[in-house]
């Protein structure tokens, strides 16, 4: 069953004018269709990671500053420091750290210690 309808439109993703059929087509062909859709998944990745970076940049300060022990990642974001940075202290013997397995950490009297002096 075919519509008699004729109404002229432009298409929202090319901005071409094109004659549609029924009252609810938005482009004009399939193709425009397809890339609009492309389009809007890609704008909502894009939306989905930058919460997902929002929420990584979110840091609780206070739970950090009631830590004795803080790992290298934790020392950084509470100096405002690099990771290189971090590491060069270490070497230098600036900073004492212990290590349990892989893992590196530094005691809070230490950071305290750097300040001190």
């Given at each position: 069953?075919?519509?008699n309808i004729?109404?002229?439109?432009?298409?929202?993703?090319?901005?071409?004018?094109?004659?549609?059929?029924?009252?609810?087509?938005?482009?004009c062909?399939?193709?425009?269709?397809?890339r609009?859709?492309?389009?809007?998944?890609?704008?909502?990745?894009?939306?989905?990671?930058?919460?997902?970076?929002?929420q990584?940049?979110?840091?609780n300060?206070?739970?950090?500053?009631?830590k004795?022990?803080?790992s290298?990642?934790?020392?950084?974001?509470?100096?405002?420091?690099?990771?290189?940075?971090?590491?060069?202290?270490?070497?230098n013997?600036?900073?004492?750290?212990?290590?349990?397995g892989?893992?590196?950490?530094?005691?809070?009297?230490?950071?305290?210690?750097?300040?001190?002096?």
């Amino acid at each position: 069953m075919s519509s008699n309808i004729r109404i002229s439109k432009v298409c929202q993703h090319c901005g071409k004018e094109f004659i549609a059929k029924t009252t609810v087509t938005k482009f004009c062909g399939d193709n425009c269709a397809k890339r609009n859709y492309k389009k809007r998944k890609r704008e909502e990745k894009v939306k989905n990671v930058n919460s997902l970076e929002h929420q990584k940049l979110v840091y609780n300060k206070s739970t950090v500053e009631e830590k004795e022990f803080l790992s290298i990642e934790e020392t950084c974001r509470l100096l405002g420091a690099s990771r290189m940075t971090i590491h060069r202290q270490i070497k230098n013997g600036v900073l004492k750290v212990a290590k349990l397995g892989r893992r590196t950490i530094i005691k809070r009297t230490e950071i305290d210690k750097l300040f001190a002096s």
